[in-house]
């Protein structure tokens, strides 16, 4: 019995048979899932998905025009501030960077030799003085006696010049005095114009002498100040018109990065020629600079307003496309399609453009996803502006009443009504 049950075939074994069962549906098992994943991944036959764009909308606004140039800003006035005398240094009274008012005392040189000086002056001035009163009433004697007939002519013309010497020593005795007096003024040194100090380049103790071209300090005034630019010489005529008729043409500076606006100011001069090596003329504006948010040497981005076009057309630079044909956009349809339309462009000023033909107030034109477009296109709009100006939320969301995205606010939503059994 052993001996027939071991001989019989191991494929009629039920082990065999229930192993075969187990890999057979692991198998099923393992496969079935990526199947049904990719089945599930694949779009429907004959669907045509929507290509995701951000629009903006066509306004009608005053558009201002701008000029453009690159500008450093100018003291208004530069003094370097040096002594008139020779001496010692004796007193700094100023602090290196602050604000100082004109005729305000910023150092002191020793005064005793120019005091001495003007003592000796005035004591030759009253021994001539003196003389000279004495020699009046002698003339007052000799004319007279010469009345009188006491006396020769020659006498009295000898008195009358010996009056006149004494008058002119009188006057230059006075001149002497003067040039004392301000010798010694000068030993008191002052700020000639008000505006910033910079950093002191004498201390204390050193011995400094007239006219030193190093000078004590250099004061730049800063309050008002003044912006020097460039401009192209085809962009003369539109900044001369208005000057001739009597306009003030507004300037701004910005910063180096052309995103902070610094200071606004006016328009003062033009420069009287071009600069035939660069095809550039420069232009000099000023402002009151009350915050100090310009500073001398500065570099800085100007704009200039030459003109404002009342109620105009405008879609942002962005949206405008070139093609063979010349510039054209795209405009969103009702039926959330796009359209390309030839349009005709006016005057740009910063990131919107006038447009004069080819879009209609309030239309929606492609900001953003304009290299997957085609006429006819289906569009799905995210995170764009509507008509109203109002934010559209994504696909999905929510608007701004809680309504989702694909019910309106006034409108119930479509619902599918239960199958009668």
Do not use: H
């Not at 007939?149 to 005795?173: R, W, Y």
């Not at 011995?207 to 003369?236: H, K, M, R, S, Y």
């Not at 405008?314 to 044909?325: D, E, H, K, S, V």
């Amino acid at each position: 019995m052993l001996e027939r049950l071991s001989r019989r075939p191991l494929i009629r074994s039920p082990l065999v048979w229930i192993s075969c069962a187990v890999l057979v549906a692991f198998a099923v098992w393992w496969w079935m899932p990526a199947t049904v994943t990719a089945a599930k991944k694949g779009p429907p036959a004959g669907f045509v998905p929507s290509v995701p764009v951000k629009t903006d909308v066509a306004k009608v606004q005053d558009l201002d025009i701008y000029l453009r140039g690159l500008g450093t800003v100018t003291a208004f006035n530069t003094v370097t501030v040096r002594s008139r005398v020779q001496g010692e240094l004796i007193e700094v009274l100023f602090k290196e960077g602050e604000q100082v008012k004109e005729d305000q005392l910023l150092a002191k040189i020793d005064p005793r030799s120019f005091e001495v000086a003007l003592q000796q002056a005035l004591g030759q001035q009253q021994q001539n003085e003196s003389q000279y009163q004495n020699a009046k009433r002698d003339l007052q004697r000799y004319q007279t006696l010469r009345k009188q007939d006491s006396i020769a002519p020659q006498m009295l013309d000898t008195q009358l010049a010996l009056v006149s010497k004494f008058e002119g020593q009188i006057k230059s005795d006075l001149a002497a005095v003067n040039s004392a007096r301000l010798q010694l003024d000068y030993t008191r040194i002052t700020a000639p114009i008000a505006g910033r100090l910079g950093l002191r380049r004498v201390d204390a103790g050193n011995l400094i002498n007239a006219n030193d071209p190093v000078g004590l300090v250099v004061i730049t005034q800063t309050q008002p100040i003044t912006v020097l630019f460039t401009l192209a010489e085809n962009d003369l005529p539109a900044v001369r018109g208005p000057l001739l008729a009597g306009k003030t043409l507004a300037v701004e500076a910005y910063d180096r990065s052309d995103q902070v606006r610094l200071a606004q100011g006016e328009l003062t001069t033009i420069d009287n020629q071009i600069d035939v090596s660069t095809g550039t003329v420069k232009l000099k504006a000023r402002f009151s600079n009350e915050t100090d948010a310009l500073f001398p040497n500065q570099f800085v981005n100007v704009r200039m307003r030459v003109n404002t076009i009342k109620d105009a057309l405008t879609i942002p630079a962005g949206a405008l496309q070139q093609g063979n044909q010349g510039a054209f956009v795209y405009v969103i349809l009702p039926d959330d399609t796009v359209a390309l339309r030839m349009v005709k462009t006016g005057a740009r000023s910063g990131d919107r453009v006038a447009i004069l033909e080819g879009v209609q107030a309030d239309e929606r034109v492609v900001l953003e996803g304009t290299d997957r477009l085609r006429a006819g296109a289906k569009v799905r709009v995210v995170g764009s502006p509507d008509t109203a100006g109002n934010r559209v939320p994504a696909a999905g969301g929510r608007n701004a009443g809680g309504v989702p995205n694909n019910q309106s606010a006034g409108r119930p939503a479509t619902t599918t009504a239960p199958p009668r059994p």
